[in-house]
């Protein structure tokens, strides 16, 4: 949805803000004209590492760099500001990856957010995350809670907005999912909208969402690291281990220290609050796709949204 002639560009909402972007995304949810809480936009960014091959990531207390040769490099220098210098030739959708995964983490994280590595979800206006580590299974259980007829807050990127007292929402993203293959196949039906492979060095295809998005924050209830076992269930976790799963599964501690900046301190002590207060747990997850209802019925159950023992049926043979 294009600006005012005013403001030209396309306007759309994520994470609780309105976005005014000169990058085309139209997997994001459209906004209204009007006032505009970040703004993305086209300009040449000189840096001394702006041709470096790989992946360049430089953190200082003002501005924030990011760089990929193959598409291009971000700057942030304000809360309310992500400059983007795509290469030539280099399309909007190639320019989003990057833009909507580590460069908005980068951002939200220095908005004062609590970013994690993870999918986030809605059962029953409660608001859950999926931690774990890469091919864990976060985006396959995502999506098989959509199959559930629940809906999705975001997948990769989860920001945690503490909004005052004891208050803590997820707040949502855009109803779009990575999967393999054969999670599409073995969550069918799931209401997706056509997808692709948008590059060769990604093996997910990237599927949106016809329907399973929820555009409301919602209050966070529980925060589950995905693990691996032969049957599915929930088991609380001591303090201790859930705050070093909190500081493992950090969006920006893949920065090293220098990602969090000045904010490690915040950080830590705000996970350390919710470990200590039992909001994570361990969440096994049986091998194979045909199985994961059965974890979906342990979240349901923990969560004392269906007996123990009652299974989905339609999401996998159990």
């Given at each position: 949805m294009s600006g005012s002639a005013l403001e030209p560009g396309f306007r759309y909402r994520l994470f609780g803000l309105t976005v005014l972007s000169e990058i085309e995304m139209p997997q994001l949810p459209a906004a209204p004209v009007g006032r505009v809480d970040l703004t993305i936009s086209r300009t040449a960014i000189d840096h001394p590492r702006r041709r470096e091959p790989g992946a360049v990531a430089?953190?200082?207390?003002?501005?924030?760099?990011?760089?990929?040769?193959?598409?291009?490099?971000?700057?942030?220098?304000?809360?309310?500001?992500?400059?983007?210098?795509?290469?030539?030739?280099?399309?909007?959708?190639?320019?989003?990856?990057?833009?909507?995964?580590?460069?908005?983490?980068?951002?939200?994280?220095?908005?004062?957010?609590?970013?994690?590595h993870a999918s986030a979800a809605t059962l029953g206006g409660h608001g859950i995350a999926l931690l774990g580590d890469k091919g864990a299974g976060k985006s396959t259980t995502a999506a098989a809670l959509v199959a559930a007829g629940y809906t999705l807050l975001s997948d990769d990127v989860v920001a945690l907005a503490f909004t005052g007292g004891n208050r803590i929402e997820i707040l949502p993203a855009y109803g779009q999912l990575k999967l393999w293959d054969e999670a599409v196949a073995g969550l069918a039906p799931l209401p997706l909208r056509e997808g692709g492979q948008l590059h060769p060095a990604i093996a997910k295809s990237q599927y949106g969402l016809a329907a399973g998005f929820s555009a409301e924050a919602a209050p966070l209830r529980c925060l589950y690291v995905l693990g691996r076992g032969d049957a599915a269930g929930v088991t609380m976790v001591e303090p201790g281990e859930g705050l070093a799963a909190l500081l493992r599964y950090a969006y920006m501690a893949r920065f090293g220290e220098a990602g969090?900046?000045?904010?490690?301190?915040?950080?830590?002590?705000?996970?350390?609050?919710?470990?200590?207060?039992?909001?994570?747990?361990?969440?096994?997850?049986?091998?194979?796709?045909?199985?994961?209802?059965?974890?979906i019925a342990a979240l349901e159950h923990d969560l004392d949204l269906r007996p123990a023992g009652e299974l989905r049926a339609n999401i996998g043979a159990m």
């Open positions: 430089e953190f200082g207390p003002a501005m924030q760099y990011l760089a990929w040769e193959t598409v291009g490099a971000f700057r942030i220098r304000r809360a309310d500001l992500i400059e983007v210098d795509p290469n030539a030739g280099v399309s909007d959708a190639l320019v989003a990856l990057p833009l909507l995964g580590s460069v908005m983490a980068t951002l939200l994280h220095r908005r004062g957010l609590l970013v994690l969090f900046g000045p904010s490690m301190a915040s950080y830590f002590g705000r996970a350390a609050a919710l470990a200590g207060a039992g909001k994570v747990r361990m969440l096994q997850v049986p091998e194979g796709v045909q199985r994961i209802g059965q974890a």
